[in-house]
C-alpha cells in the first residue's frame, strides 16, 4: 500500500528558515512533488524531485532520500506570504493514477 | 493563457437535486482527475481519466459519477447529493503521468449540500 506523512501545522517567524519532513512509502516510486496551496485556493507545483539530492529554487530547496523514503521542502528567509499549506505528493507506478498526496502541512508565518 | 477551468465556482443546493461541476482544460492534457478537500483528510482523489472513454475510480468515488468524451472536458456528476458531499472540489490535468509531468489544478468549486 501507499502511505504519506507529513507533520500537521508548523509555525515559524520571518525572516527564519523552516524544513517540511515528508516520508512515504510506495510501491512503485517514481518522483516527489511539493505544492503550496493557500486557504481556499488551488495547490500550485513548487518542485520535483526523483533522483537523490537537493534541488534548489530561489528561497525553496527540495531535497529527497529514496533509500529512507524521505523527503524535505526548505523554506529560507521566510516571508508572510510563505503561510500556507505545503502537500507533499508522491508519483507510484504501481498505483494508476497520477499522485498520491499528504494531508499536508499547514505553515504560519509570524512577524 | 493555460488554465484548468471550473464552473461553477460557488453553488449551494439541496439533498437530492442533481448537479454537474464542469472543468475544462486548454493545454491538451491526456490525464485528468477530480479531488474533493476536507478539512484534515487533505486531498481525496474521486475519480481519474487516462484519456477520452477511459475513467477509473479513486479513493472515494461513491456518490460521484464522470465522463470524457472529449479530451479537453471532465465533468463530476453528483446523481442525488447528500450532506455530505459537501467539500472543495478540485480538477486537475496532467500531460501525462509520468516523469516530472505535474498536474494543473482549476481554481477549485466550493459545494455545500443542505
Known amino acids: 500500500g501507499q502511505n504519506i506523512d507529513q507533520p500537521t501545522e508548523m509555525t515559524a517567524t520571518e525572516g527564519a528558515i523552516v524544513q517540511i519532513n515528508c516520508t512515504y512509502q510506495t510501491s512503485g516510486f517514481n518522483g516527489l512533488f511539493w505544492y503550496q496551496q493557500h486557504a481556499g485556493e488551488a495547490p500550485t507545483f513548487l518542485s520535483y524531485n526523483v533522483l537523490d539530492g537537493l534541488e534548489e529554487k530561489g528561497r525553496f530547496s527540495s531535497f529527497l532520500s529514496r533509500s529512507k523514503g524521505y523527503s524535505y521542502l526548505l523554506l529560507k528567509e521566510l516571508q508572510m506570504k510563505d503561510s500556507a499549506s505545503y502537500l507533499c505528493a508522491v508519483r507510484d507506478n504501481q498505483a494508476g493514477t497520477a499522485l498520491i498526496f499528504g494531508k499536508g502541512t499547514t505553515l504560519s508565518v509570524s512577524s | 493563457e493555460a488554465q484548468v477551468t471550473q464552473n461553477p465556482r460557488y453553488l449551494i443546493t439541496v439533498t437530492g437535486k442533481k448537479l454537474t461541476v464542469t472543468c475544462s482544460q486548454n493545454m491538451n492534457h491526456e490525464y485528468m482527475s477530480w479531488y474533493r478537500q476536507d478539512p484534515g483528510l487533505g486531498l481525496r482523489q474521486i475519480y481519474y481519466s487516462m484519456n477520452v472513454e477511459v475513467t477509473d475510480k479513486g479513493d472515494v468515488p461513491e456518490g460521484y459519477k464522470v465522463s470524457r468524451k472529449e479530451k479537453r472536458n471532465f465533468p463530476l456528476i453528483l446523481e442525488s447529493p447528500s450532506p455530505n458531499q459537501t467539500s472543495l472540489y478540485f480538477c486537475?490535468?496532467?500531460?501525462?503521468?509520468?516523469?516530472?509531468?505535474?498536474?494543473?489544478f482549476g481554481p477549485g468549486t466550493r459545494l455545500t449540500v443542505l
Open positions: 486537475a490535468s496532467s500531460l501525462s503521468i509520468g516523469g516530472g509531468d505535474t498536474q494543473y
